[in-house]
């Protein structure tokens, strides 16, 4: 995924699901909502941050091995996805995709999820 996890942030866990066509690359942590924020835009997301659908199914359950509710499950959440390839980001040349939630839990805190492949 090449993201820098801030230095501030707390809970920080990750894993790799292997896959023989692609493997999904998960991280996630707690930090600030203004950290937090910078994080999802320095992926360059063709458009910004927005609340996440609560009727749509959870396409995946990828976070519960995390010990985490999966993201788009949580009520609140926004999100954002990008293709790096397709907007130039050199930096993240080896995934075609991430997408990005962020949930905040109380005044101050978000937590950060992040899923690659």
Avoid at 69 to 88: F, Y
Wanted: proline share 8%; glycine share 6%.
């Amino acid at each position: 995924m090449k993201v820098a996890v801030p230095e501030s942030a707390t809970e920080v866990k990750g894993a790799v699901q292997i896959n023989p066509q692609e493997d999904i690359y998960l991280l996630s942590f707690l930090t600030d909502e203004k950290t937090a924020v910078g994080v999802a835009e320095d992926l360059r997301p063709e458009k910004p941050l927005r609340t996440r659908n609560q009727d749509l199914p959870s396409p995946t359950e990828l976070f519960g091995h995390l010990g985490l509710a999966e993201p788009q499950n949580e009520k609140g959440v926004r999100w954002a996805g990008v293709c790096p390839p397709c907007v130039g980001d050199s930096r993240r040349s080896e995934v075609q995709w991430i997408e990005v939630h962020l949930l905040e839990l109380d005044a101050g805190t978000t937590r950060v999820y992040m899923q690659a492949y």
